[in-house]
């Protein structure tokens, strides 16, 4: 079973930045692609960055790139992302996500993941 804890949401202004992190615990880590999603009023959960088990590989969604980062820390078993110039869309409660069955693929799709976090508030006031 695999625990993850989400921290670092709050309130900020357009333009502002925050640094998400999604801490893990109870499997191996280093073994898992993780990912960031959000959710936001009224929509469904929606994928936003991933990045691969040993951190070569990402990706983003559209609308962050350039803007959003994920990196992990495998010794400290944490994943985060990093959000900068942000806008009031990216209002959302971002999740962290584990795929605990990696492949070669990085999946943007909810089903791959098989652990979830309790989530975190982002608010961005304009």
């Not at 692609?33 to 009023?41: L, S, Y």
Request: with cysteine; charged share 15%.
């Amino acid at each position: 079973q695999v625990q993850l804890v989400e921290a670092g949401g709050g309130l900020v202004q357009a333009g502002d930045s925050l640094r998400l992190s999604c801490a893990a615990s109870g499997g191996t880590f280093s073994r898992y692609h993780m990912g960031w999603f959000r959710q936001a009023p009224g929509k469904e959960r929606a994928f936003v960055a991933v990045i691969s088990w040993s951190g070569s590989r990402t990706s983003y969604t559209d609308s962050v790139k350039g803007r959003f980062t994920i990196s992990r820390d495998n010794a400290k078993n944490t994943v985060y992302l990093e959000m900068i110039s942000l806008k009031p869309e990216d209002t959302a409660v971002y999740y962290c996500g584990a795929d605990v069955r990696p492949s070669m693929f990085l999946s943007s799709g909810l089903s791959a993941y098989d652990y979830w976090g309790q989530g975190t508030q982002v608010t961005v006031s304009s």
